[in-house]
């Protein structure tokens, strides 16, 4: 059985590509995910990965938190903590949850919770400023062939690589706060 986040993610999907009057093979084409993908995601036959939603929402020209806001379809200027959208990429248990209300916009904050020896690949989103803050744990970030250490308590601006991986070598969950800004254009 799907879940209510899954149809709405899969409804807001298949919206935000034909309202821009995208085909799925033209999708597909730029995101990297595959037609046959893309159809069972707007179907909600599968629950997509962070990995594929970060894709999508990247090709859709918007951020992964605003694409679970619409989701939601949320236009309040408070979230308390118990409505804040939460969603779990079933590959890895990494947690994302959504802590800025969807009206919030430019800034977005988002807290991710990654589970002691998770990986997660995700693709750099070229219109967007990031800062990541790590809040407890061990993390270990991956920008192209450059990698970084992060400890409780690091900031670490993120730069230009296209493909990242975001990993916790520890034995411990580790907790990140990651805002983000539309580049000035």
């Not at 093979?25 to 990965?49: C, F, H, Y």
Request: with cysteine; charged share 20%; net charge neutral.
């Amino acid at each position: 059985m799907t879940d209510p986040l899954t149809l709405r993610l899969a409804a807001t999907v298949h919206t935000a590509r034909t309202s821009q009057g995208l085909s799925a093979a033209v999708l597909a084409e730029n995101s990297g995910v595959s037609r046959a993908m893309i159809g069972k995601i707007e179907r909600g036959d599968v629950q997509p990965t962070a990995a594929l939603l970060a894709k999508l929402s990247a090709a859709l020209g918007m951020t992964l938190t605003e694409l679970i806001a619409r989701a939601e379809g949320d236009g309040r200027r408070l979230v308390r903590a118990a409505e804040q959208p939460v969603w779990v990429d079933p590959d890895s248990g990494y947690r994302r949850r959504s802590v800025s209300p969807a009206a919030g916009r430019p800034l977005e904050l988002v807290e991710i919770e990654l589970p002691a020896g998770a990986e997660v690949p995700l693709r750099a989103s070229t219109f967007l400023h990031q800062q990541i803050w790590v809040l407890a744990g061990r993390l270990r970030l991956s920008e192209g062939a450059e990698v970084h250490e992060l400890d409780a308590g690091d900031c670490l601006q993120l730069g230009s690589a296209p493909d990242r991986v975001f990993a916790n070598p520890g034995s411990l969950p580790c907790r990140y706060l990651v805002a983000l800004v539309p580049r000035a254009t």
